[in-house]
């Protein structure tokens, strides 16, 4: 599966953004979709995940309350909806998808998302 991440952009604290990651084929189902981010000078985190079927998420406590990840089947795309940006989001964000009963993660390529305080 090949991944595109857009949606990236300046806002300033207390904006929004609403994230898109296009997949290539149907991954309703077929794959865990997650979202990582990376901040300069630090490692990569974990942001959400949501399950094969879209029954349940998980969020890195940092962005509980705020983010919320959701998705298109018929678009193939997932969305991550965020809410009350901090400049501590600041980050490249990832979108990421794992074929069920596998430990392979395909990564799309990144947008950036730069919030000013």
């Known amino acids: 599966v090949q991944l595109q991440a857009s949606g990236g952009g300046l806002v300033q604290t207390g904006g929004s953004l609403r994230l898109s990651c296009a997949a290539s084929e149907r991954t309703y189902n077929r794959y865990v979709i997650g979202w990582f981010r990376q901040a300069p000078g630090k490692e990569r985190e974990f942001v959400v995940a949501?399950?094969?079927?879209?029954?349940?998420?998980t969020y890195a406590n940092s962005v509980k309350g705020r983010f919320s990840i959701s998705r298109d089947n018929a678009k193939n795309t997932v969305y991550l909806q965020m809410n009350s940006l901090k400049p501590e989001d600041t980050a490249v964000y990832y979108c990421?998808?794992?074929?069920?009963?596998?430990?392979?993660?395909?990564w799309g390529q990144g947008t950036l998302v730069t919030v000013s305080s």
């Open positions: 990421t998808a794992q074929p069920i009963g596998t430990t392979t993660q395909h």
């Open positions: 949501m399950s094969r079927n879209g029954g349940s998420t």
